[in-house]
């Protein structure tokens, strides 16, 4: 848990010297959002919902960097008499975002480290105490709408952990797929 809060802290200061090092021409912003979904494969967990937090450079009027956070929460359910527990994805990721106009299509993906949370076992009721992973690589990849204020998309999000957590048959999925909708804040006049 230690890491997760340097990390957190990390980004923050990341963001704070970002916004303090652009200039107030519109093309610097922090997105705020949410998202919910179905996580895919349904083996541990059946649903995710989430808040997204990032913070975008318009590098060209078409194409936008930046840093990503935020939390993914994913509930777990009972499989074959396997009871999983809940757990989080909290990433640290970098942003990449494609706008081909200034309103309509885009999309784009954040990549970056996904850090599993939560309770340090899989399952309650596992007699094997398999412990859950502690993260990935983590991927979400989106397309979506987008105007001056909102973005609305469709985004699959996953975090890759390898063979960890698996008991018996059931493999450990921290993936979903769902809809997200954000609200763009321009740092600037």
């Not at 994805?89 to 480290?113: C, E, M, N, S």
């Amino acid at each position: 848990m230690n890491l997760i809060k340097k990390s957190v802290l990390g980004l923050g200061l990341m963001t704070v010297g970002l916004v303090s090092a652009q200039n107030s021409d519109m093309k610097n912003m922090i997105k705020i959002g949410a998202n919910v979904g179905l996580a895919v494969p349904a083996e541990n967990a059946s649903a995710v919902a989430g808040i997204d937090v990032s913070y975008q450079n318009l590098v060209t009027p078409g194409f936008g960097l930046g840093i990503a956070t935020g939390y993914s929460h994913f509930f777990g359910r009972e499989n074959n008499g396997i009871d999983n527990n809940d757990f989080g994805v909290v990433p640290v990721a970098a942003l990449i975002r494609i706008y081909p106009k200034q309103t309509g299509f885009y999309l784009g993906t954040d990549l970056g480290y996904g850090f599993i949370v939560g309770d340090d076992k899989v399952a309650s009721n596992d007699p094997t105490n398999k412990e859950r992973p502690d993260g990935g690589f983590y991927i979400k990849p989106e397309v979506g709408y987008h105007n001056k204020d909102w973005n609305f998309a469709v985004q699959y999000q996953k975090t890759f952990t390898g063979d960890k957590g698996e008991i018996g048959t059931q493999k450990y999925s921290a993936g979903a797929i769902g809809v997200g909708v954000g609200y763009n804040i321009p740092l600037g006049k």
